[in-house]
């Protein structure tokens, strides 16, 4: 596993790899589920609550205006207090808001409940980010988040057949009240299997116990404290922020209308269109792992990210003009997928170098926080155009493919610290 190829000393032990990892991608496979699996009501919502696409698309993307709500919150409650009992909490409270979602009788209702598993599931995302810090040393760490990320992509896989399958045999309704009950089978093991530390966990043996708190110790007394001031006054961490806003638009403008993109290419069974949809994140989950790797290998890692955002814009452009070849037109939106996650490795992990230590703890949970805004603009958007378009899919995949690539051009301006002058890293004033 994983950390068998950790540069630790032998025979530490693994069990925060086997146990808590997997764990957590579970938990949060449920939660990108639960966010997106709106994608796959629209049309029954759209006949339903008589919502033009415009409307499905901004029913989708509030939910990211209020994941802004608790992204600050969320991590510092689990720093101060618990990572465990936090995520614990609104496990349950997002899947009240996941099952409600079942049971609204208009447009505003929609967007109320919305709104509010956003609020549920914001704070999740850094909680579970100050876990992992909890119990990998700085050298383990971008592994231990590398794997986890990749909840995303494994969650589409599961999400696209098993909602296709649900509307196969029943409607929109059924299928928030299915997948929004996965929360309460999650919250009770997430309770028994987790630990917010080392020290509170009867299940890790002693020498792993025992490397874990050194490490981060020795961590500590090395690191500098840097207040929030800092960072909003940091040139690099608005570049940023600017930066996964814009890949955040087209990502998830991609992603939450690619079922229906699907449909319009194969024509087919809510089954059919479930089980297609699941391929591109194949292709997602191949980009992660290689453009991670090339990206390790070289340390280019804005320039990965402008590779990765080219490729998805070139080809999720070419998916729909050649729209009419439904087997082509899917193999290259399984590009464009690719493409538009293949970002993420590289872009954190550039993040955390162009950009002095003691400013990047506080950096990232501003550039997520603001960044995600971009899901609420994508879907929103996408539905817009599609409106003004007469149905057609091509002006929206133009529009997105812009975004992917101007996130890749703004990402060429930001070099590894390394690499940085003195005057590139002068706060803005």
């Given at each position: 596993?994983?950390?068998?190829?950790?540069?630790?000393?032998?025979?530490?032990?693994?069990?925060?790899?086997?146990?808590?990892?997997?764990?957590?991608?579970?938990?949060?496979?449920?939660?990108?589920?639960?966010?997106?699996?709106?994608?796959?009501?629209?049309?029954?919502?759209?006949?339903?609550?008589?919502?033009?696409?415009?409307?499905?698309?901004?029913?989708?993307?509030?939910?990211?205006?209020?994941?802004?709500?608790?992204?600050?919150?969320?991590?510092?409650?689990?720093?101060?207090?618990?990572?465990?009992?936090?995520?614990?909490?609104?496990?349950?409270?997002?899947?009240?808001?996941?099952?409600?979602?079942?049971?609204?009788?208009?447009?505003?209702?929609?967007?109320?409940?919305?709104?509010?598993?956003?609020?549920?599931?914001?704070?999740?995302?850094?909680?579970?980010?100050?876990?992992?810090?909890?119990?990998?040393?700085?050298?383990?760490?971008?592994r231990a988040y590398g794997f986890w990320m990749m909840n995303i992509a494994i969650s589409s896989i599961i999400t696209a057949p098993l909602s296709g399958w649900i509307l196969s045999f029943s409607n929109w309704r059924a299928l928030f009240f299915i997948e929004g009950a996965l929360p309460f089978?999650?919250?009770?093991?997430?309770?028994?299997?987790?630990?917010?530390?080392?020290?509170?966990?009867?299940?890790?043996?002693?020498?792993?116990?025992?490397?874990?708190?050194?490490?981060?110790?020795?961590?500590?007394?090395?690191?500098?404290?840097?207040?929030?001031?800092?960072?909003?006054?940091?040139?690099?961490?608005?570049?940023?922020?600017?930066?996964?806003?814009?890949?955040?638009?087209?990502?998830?403008?991609?992603?939450?209308?690619?079922?229906?993109?699907?449909t319009q290419v194969t024509g087919g069974s809510s089954l059919l269109v479930g089980l297609v949809t699941a391929i591109p994140y194949v292709f997602a989950i191949a980009g992660l792992w290689f453009n991670g790797r090339a990206a390790d290998r070289d340390r280019r890692y804005s320039f990965h990210v402008m590779l990765a955002m080219a490729i998805g814009a070139v080809t999720l452009v070419l998916s729909v003009a050649l729209g009419s070849i439904a087997a082509l037109s899917i193999f290259l939106v399984s590009l464009a997928m690719g493409g538009t996650l293949a970002y993420d490795g590289p872009?954190?992990?550039?993040?955390?170098?162009?950009?002095?230590?003691?400013?990047?703890?506080?950096?990232?949970?501003?550039?997520?926080?603001?960044?995600?805004?971009?899901?609420?603009?994508?879907?929103?958007?996408?539905?817009?155009?599609?409106?003004?378009?007469?149905?057609?899919?091509?002006?929206?995949?133009?529009?997105?493919?812009?975004?992917?690539?101007?996130?890749?051009?703004?990402?060429?301006?930001?070099?590894?610290?390394?690499?940085?002058?003195?005057?590139?890293?002068?706060?803005?004033?």
């Open positions: 596993m994983a950390a068998g190829t950790a540069p630790a000393p032998a025979r530490i032990g693994s069990k925060r790899w086997s146990r808590l990892i997997p764990i957590a991608i579970v938990l949060y496979i449920i939660s990108f589920m639960d966010r997106t699996n709106i994608s796959f009501a629209f049309d029954g919502l759209g006949k339903s609550l008589h919502i033009d696409a415009a409307g499905e698309g901004l029913a989708g993307g509030i939910f990211f205006i209020g994941y802004l709500f608790l992204q600050i919150p969320g991590g510092h409650l689990a720093e101060r207090w618990s990572a465990k009992k936090f995520v614990g909490i609104m496990v349950l409270v997002w899947g009240v808001f996941a099952m409600l979602n079942g049971v609204v009788q208009n447009f505003a209702e929609l967007l109320v409940v919305r709104f509010l598993l956003g609020v549920a599931e914001g704070g999740i995302w850094p909680a579970i980010l100050v876990l992992i810090s909890h119990w990998f040393p700085a050298r383990e760490r971008a089978v999650i919250a009770p093991v997430w309770w028994l299997m987790v630990a917010d530390r080392p020290s509170q966990a009867s299940w890790v043996g002693p020498a792993e116990r025992d490397y874990v708190e050194g490490a981060l110790a020795a961590e500590s007394a090395d690191g500098e404290n840097a207040g929030m001031r800092e960072v909003f006054r940091s040139s690099v961490v608005w570049r940023l922020v600017a930066v996964y806003f814009l890949i955040q638009i087209g990502f998830y403008g991609l992603n939450l209308w690619l079922p229906h993109l699907v872009f954190w992990a550039a993040s955390s170098r162009a950009m002095p230590v003691a400013l990047a703890g506080g950096a990232m949970g501003l550039i997520n926080a603001l960044g995600n805004l971009g899901g609420f603009v994508g879907p929103y958007l996408g539905g817009w155009l599609q409106d003004t378009s007469g149905g057609s899919f091509l002006s929206t995949a133009v529009v997105l493919a812009v975004c992917l690539l101007l996130g890749g051009l703004v990402m060429l301006t930001v070099r590894n610290r390394s690499l940085e002058s003195a005057e590139e890293l002068r706060p803005v004033h």
